[in-house]
C-alpha cells in the first residue's frame, strides 16, 4: 500500500501559536516514530510508539511538546506556544515491530514559525 | 527540493569511482548500526544494516563495514551514479526502538 504520510507538507505559524502534525504510518506497522531535523543538523529523535507499550518520550525537548497515537494508527505531534527554534522538518518514521531497524520515513512537515 | 543540510561535510566523486562515507559512534553498546539515504526534500530511506556481532555486510552496489574497536562504521558504494547523490546519515539502535542518527555526510557525484 502507500507508504507514510504527513500533513501539512507545510506549516507556517506565529510565535505563541500551538501547531499539530500528523502522521500516517504504513498500514500494518505497529512502530511508529517522530524525529526533528532542523537546517544543517542531523535528526532528532523525538520519541516513539510501539503498540501498547508506554511511548519513550525521551527526546522530547520540552512540555511543550507532546504526541498522540490513536488506535495505534495516526498519530499527532502537539507543539503548545511555538517559539522561533521549533522551526525545523517534523520527520515521521514508521516499523514492523520485530524489524525495526528498517524505518520508513514520510516526506516531513516543514515547520516555521515566525 | 530545498537542502536538508548546509553545513554537512562534503564528499565529491566522479561518476563511476567507489565512494567511501564514514561515521564514528560513541555507544559500544548499541545493537545495530544502519545507513539511511536522504535526498533532497525527502524523508530518508533505509539502504543497508549492520548487527553489532557483524564486521562486514554487502548488498547490492553498497557494503557496511563495522571496527568495534575504534567505534567506526564505513558505507562503500561501488561505481557511484549520479543518483547516489544525497546527504547520508549513519544510526545506531541501543537497545529497543530507540534510534539515533549521526549528523550525516552530503555525496555530491560529478558527472
Known amino acids: 500500500g502507500a507508504g507514510v504520510s504527513q500533513s501539512p507538507s507545510n506549516k507556517v505559524t506565529e510565535k505563541g501559536k500551538d501547531v499539530e502534525l500528523r502522521c500516517d504510518p504504513i498500514s500494518g506497522h505497529t512502530a511508529l516514530y517522530w524525529y526533528r531535523q532542523s537546517l544543517g543538523q542531523g535528526l532528532e529523535f523525538l520519541i516513539y510508539?510501539?503498540?501498547?507499550?508506554?511511548?519513550?518520550k525521551s527526546g522530547l525537548p520540552s512540555d511543550r511538546f507532546s504526541a498522540e497515537r490513536t488506535g495505534g494508527s495516526v498519530s499527532t505531534l502537539t507543539i503548545q506556544r511555538t517559539q522561533q527554534e521549533d522551526s525545523a522538518v517534523y520527520l515521521c518514521?514508521?516499523?514492523?515491530?520485530?524489524?525495526?531497524?528498517?524505518?520508513?520515513f514520510g516526506p516531513g512537515t516543514r515547520l516555521t514559525v515566525l | 527540493g530545498e537542502s536538508v543540510g548546509l553545513h554537512l561535510p562534503t564528499l565529491s566523486v566522479q561518476e563511476g569511482d567507489n565512494s567511501i562515507i564514514n561515521c564514528a559512534y560513541s555507544n559500544s553498546a548499541s545493537d545495530y548500526f544502519i545507513w539511511y539515504k536522504q535526498e533532497s526534500g525527502k524523508g530518508p530511506q533505509f539502504i543497508i544494516d549492520?548487527?553489532?556481532?557483524?564486521d562486514k555486510r554487502q548488498g547490492q552496489r553498497v557494503t557496511v563495514l563495522l571496527n568495534k574497536t575504534v567505534k567506526h562504521l564505513s558505507l562503500q558504494i561501488a561505481a557511484t551514479q549520479p543518483g547516489d547523490s544525497a546527504v547520508y546519515f549513519c544510526a545506531e539502535l541501543t537497545g529497543g526502538f530507540k534510534t539515533i542518527f549521526g549528523a550525516g555526510t552530503r555525496l555530491f557525484v560529478k558527472a
Open positions: 518514521a514508521s516499523s514492523l515491530e520485530f524489524t525495526y531497524n528498517e524505518q520508513f
Open positions: 510508539f510501539q503498540g501498547n507499550s508506554a511511548p519513550d
Open positions: 549492520i548487527r553489532s556481532n557483524m
